[in-house]
C-alpha cells in the first residue's frame, strides 16, 4: 500500500476543515486512560534496503521456501529502491500503450528521452534509442545494424565468451540468410587476439564481444576493439549496465555501438521477463539504428516538446529500407531503469558496482577455500565467476539449494561436456553472514 505523508500546511487544513484546532483537540473525545502517552519501542532506525531484508526474513517464516540469491548469467538480484515502483505503478505510465504513434503523450516520450540521456552518460556513446526488447535481441539487432553501415552482410564474428543463448538468438536470425556467425572459442574464458585476428577479414560486419563475459571475466576489450576496426568491422560491445559503475565505459575504448540487457536497472528477477534491451551508438551511424529516437524541439508557439522523430520500421517504409522489423519495445520497463538511474545517480551507481565487485571476491575467497573448489578461469572478474566443482557442479547446487542458496546456472545447461562448472554471482543486496553461511554448507 502507498504511504502518503501530509505536510504542517496540509494538516492545518485538514483540521480547519473539520473544526478542529490541533490534532490534540481532535482526539480529546479518547478518554485519557486509553491514549498512549509513553514513547513508542521502536528499534533504531534502517536504510530501506536493510529495512526489505529483516521484513523479507520475517516473511520467509511464513511461505516456502525462497533461497538466498546468488544466482548469475545474465540476470541478476540487485537493490530495488521503493520509489521506482511507486513511478512505474502510476497510471499514467502503467496503462500506457507503447507510444509510437504520433498521439503519444509528452509524459512518456520525455521519459523516453531522458532514459536516452541516461543511457549515452552510462555508455560514453552519442545516441541511444527508446529501448528493445532484450538483451539477446539488441546483440542480433546490433549485428545487423554492423552489416547496414559496412555494406558487408556475409559475416560476424562472435566470441565464445558471449552469452549461448544471445549467440542463439542470432543464430535464429541468420537461420534462412546467407549471413554467417562465425563464433571465436574461448577454452580459457577470455578471447585469444591471435584466433580472434585470424577469424576476422574484409568480410566480417563486426566482432561481437561481451564485457564483463559470460563466464565474469574481463576481456582485453581495448584490444578487441582495435582489432576489428584494422578490417575495417565494427566493434558491438554487450556489457553489463552496473559494471559502468566501476570499469571503463565502452565508448572511451572504441566501441561502435553498444548494447546491454538493462534488468539489473530496476527490475526484478520475475521468472525471466518482461526484461529490458538497451542499444546506444555512435552519432554518424544514428540513421541505420533500429528503434525509436526521441528528439526535443519546440512547438508552434515555442514551447519545449519531444517528439518522435526517427522509426524507420518497415511499418513505416518500405522493407528493404527498413532499419529493424521490431514492432514495440519494453517501455514500462525503460522507465524503470529510468528512475532506477536518476535515483541512484553517478555516485550511488559507483556504490553498487563497488560493493558488487568487493562482495563477489569475498564470495569467491571464501568458496576457493574449501576442497574441491577452484576458479575455472585466473581472470579478472566483476561480480561473477565461474566456480569449478572436483566433484561435480550439479552436487554443489543441491547441497547449497538444499542450505536455502541458490546459485548456478550449470555450464552443463548450455555445454553438455562441462559438468564441472558453474555461475556465482554476488550483488550489493548480499550480506557477510549470508555469504558465509553459504561457504559453511558447501564445506559440509
Same mark, same amino acid.
Do not use: W
Given at each position: 500500500?502507498?504511504?502518503?505523508?501530509?505536510?504542517?500546511?496540509?494538516?492545518?487544513?485538514?483540521?480547519?476543515?473539520?473544526?478542529?484546532?490541533?490534532?490534540?483537540?481532535?482526539?480529546?473525545?479518547?478518554?485519557?486512560?486509553?491514549?498512549?502517552?509513553?514513547?513508542?519501542?521502536?528499534?533504531?532506525?534502517?536504510?530501506?534496503?536493510?529495512?526489505?531484508?529483516?521484513?523479507?526474513?520475517?516473511?520467509?517464516?511464513?511461505?516456502?521456501?525462497? !533461497?538466498?540469491?546468488?544466482?548469475?548469467?545474465?540476470?541478476?538480484?540487485?537493490?530495488?529502491?521503493?520509489?521506482?515502483?511507486?513511478?512505474?505503478?502510476?497510471?499514467?505510465?502503467?496503462?500506457?500503450?507503447?507510444?509510437?504513434?504520433?498521439?503519444?503523450?509528452?509524459?512518456?516520450?520525455?521519459?523516453?528521452?531522458?532514459?536516452?540521456?541516461?543511457?549515452?552518460?552510462?555508455?560514453?556513446?552519442?545516441?541511444?534509442?527508446?529501448?528493445?526488447?532484450?538483451?539477446?535481441?539488441?546483440?542480433?539487432?546490433?549485428?545487423?545494424?554492423?552489416?547496414?553501415?559496412? !555494406?558487408?552482410?556475409?559475416?560476424?564474428?562472435?566470441?565464445?565468451?558471449?552469452?549461448?543463448?544471445?549467440?542463439?538468438?542470432?543464430?535464429?536470425?541468420?537461420?534462412?540468410?546467407?549471413?554467417?556467425?562465425?563464433?571465436?572459442?574461448?577454452?580459457?574464458?577470455?578471447?585469444?587476439?591471435?584466433?580472434?585476428?585470424?577469424?576476422?577479414?574484409?568480410?566480417?560486419?563486426?566482432?561481437?564481444?561481451?564485457?564483463?563475459?559470460?563466464?565474469?571475466?574481463?576481456?582485453?576489450?581495448?584490444?578487441?576493439?582495435?582489432?576489428?576496426?584494422?578490417?575495417?568491422?565494427?566493434?558491438?560491445?554487450?556489457?553489463?549496465?552496473?559494471?559502468?559503475?566501476?570499469?571503463?565505459?565502452?565508448?572511451?575504448?572504441?566501441?561502435?555501438?553498444?548494447?546491454?540487457?538493462?534488468?539489473?536497472?530496476?527490475?526484478?528477477?520475475?521468472?525471466?521477463?518482461?526484461?529490458?534491451?538497451?542499444?546506444?551508438?555512435?552519432?554518424?551511424?544514428?540513421?541505420?539504428?533500429? !528503434?525509436?529516437?526521441?528528439?526535443?524541439?519546440?512547438?508552434?508557439?515555442?514551447?519545449?516538446?519531444?517528439?518522435?522523430?526517427?522509426?524507420?520500421?518497415?511499418?513505416?517504409?518500405?522493407?528493404?529500407?527498413?532499419?529493424?522489423?521490431?514492432?514495440?519495445?519494453?517501455?514500462?520497463?525503460?522507465?524503470?531503469?529510468?528512475?532506477?538511474?536518476?535515483?541512484?545517480?553517478?555516485?550511488?551507481?559507483?556504490?553498487?558496482?563497488?560493493?558488487?565487485?568487493?562482495?563477489?571476491?569475498?564470495?569467491?575467497?571464501?568458496?576457493?577455500?574449501?576442497?574441491?573448489?577452484?576458479?575455472?578461469?585466473?581472470?579478472?572478474?566483476?561480480?561473477?565467476?565461474?566456480?569449478?566443482?572436483?566433484?561435480?557442479?550439479?552436487?554443489?547446487?543441491?547441497?547449497?539449494?538444499?542450505?536455502?542458496?541458490?546459485?548456478?546456472?550449470?555450464?552443463?545447461?548450455?555445454?553438455?561436456?562441462?559438468?564441472?562448472?558453474?555461475?556465482?554471482?554476488?550483488?550489493?543486496?548480499?550480506?557477510?553472514?549470508?555469504?558465509?553461511?553459504?561457504?559453511?554448507?558447501?564445506?559440509?
Amino acid at each position: 500500500m502507498a504511504y502518503l505523508d501530509n505536510t504542517p500546511e496540509q494538516q492545518r487544513e485538514m483540521l480547519a476543515t473539520i473544526g478542529a484546532a490541533s490534532i490534540e483537540e481532535l482526539f480529546a473525545q479518547i478518554p485519557a486512560e486509553l491514549q498512549l502517552k509513553r514513547p513508542l519501542d521502536m528499534p533504531p532506525a534502517l536504510s530501506e534496503m536493510e529495512l526489505q531484508t529483516a521484513l523479507g526474513n520475517l516473511a520467509k517464516q511464513n511461505s516456502q521456501r525462497q !533461497g538466498t540469491c546468488f544466482l548469475g548469467g545474465g540476470c541478476y538480484d540487485h537493490f530495488i529502491p521503493a520509489a521506482v515502483d511507486a513511478i512505474a505503478s502510476r497510471s499514467e505510465f502503467y496503462t500506457a500503450y507503447t507510444p509510437y504513434q504520433a498521439e503519444a503523450s509528452q509524459g512518456s516520450l520525455q521519459a523516453f528521452y531522458e532514459f536516452q540521456t541516461l543511457v549515452c552518460q552510462l555508455t560514453g556513446m552519442e545516441v541511444s534509442n527508446a529501448s528493445l526488447y532484450e538483451g539477446g535481441t539488441s546483440v542480433s539487432e546490433a549485428a545487423f545494424m554492423a552489416m547496414r553501415v559496412t !555494406g558487408r552482410y556475409k559475416k560476424v564474428v562472435l566470441l565464445g565468451s558471449v552469452h549461448p543463448e544471445y549467440r542463439a538468438v542470432v543464430d535464429t536470425y541468420f537461420s534462412d540468410l546467407d549471413s554467417e556467425a562465425v563464433v571465436v572459442p574461448t577454452p580459457n574464458g577470455t578471447a585469444d587476439l591471435a584466433a580472434v585476428r585470424d577469424a576476422l577479414d574484409d568480410q566480417t560486419a563486426c566482432l561481437v564481444i561481451q564485457q564483463p563475459n559470460f563466464f565474469g571475466c574481463l576481456e582485453d576489450a581495448r584490444e578487441l576493439v582495435e582489432a576489428a576496426h584494422e578490417v575495417g568491422a565494427l566493434a558491438v560491445v554487450s556489457c553489463d549496465p552496473i559494471s559502468l559503475g566501476m570499469l571503463v565505459r565502452p565508448g572511451e575504448y572504441g566501441a561502435d555501438i553498444v548494447v546491454a540487457e538493462g534488468q539489473s536497472l530496476g527490475t526484478p528477477l520475475q521468472y525471466g521477463g518482461p526484461f529490458l534491451g538497451i542499444l546506444a551508438c555512435r552519432q554518424k551511424f544514428m540513421r541505420k539504428m533500429p !528503434g525509436r529516437l526521441i528528439g526535443e524541439t519546440t512547438d508552434r508557439d515555442g514551447r519545449p516538446c519531444f517528439v518522435l522523430n526517427l522509426q524507420a520500421r518497415e511499418q513505416h517504409i518500405r522493407r528493404d529500407k527498413a532499419t529493424s522489423n521490431i514492432c514495440t519495445n519494453q517501455g514500462l520497463i525503460a522507465l524503470r531503469a529510468t528512475a532506477y538511474m536518476a535515483l541512484l545517480g553517478k555516485q550511488g551507481l559507483g556504490e553498487v558496482a563497488e560493493l558488487s565487485c568487493r562482495k563477489a571476491h569475498y564470495v569467491a575467497e571464501r568458496l576457493t577455500a574449501i576442497d574441491g573448489f577452484s576458479l575455472a578461469y585466473d581472470r579478472p572478474y566483476f561480480k561473477e565467476f565461474t566456480l569449478r566443482c572436483e566433484n561435480g557442479a550439479a552436487e554443489a547446487l543441491d547441497k547449497a539449494a538444499q542450505a536455502g542458496f541458490d546459485i548456478g546456472p550449470l555450464l552443463s545447461q548450455f555445454d553438455a561436456s562441462n559438468q564441472s562448472d558453474l555461475l556465482v554471482a554476488t550483488t550489493e543486496c548480499r550480506t557477510r553472514q549470508e555469504i558465509d553461511a553459504l561457504a559453511d554448507a558447501l564445506a559440509q
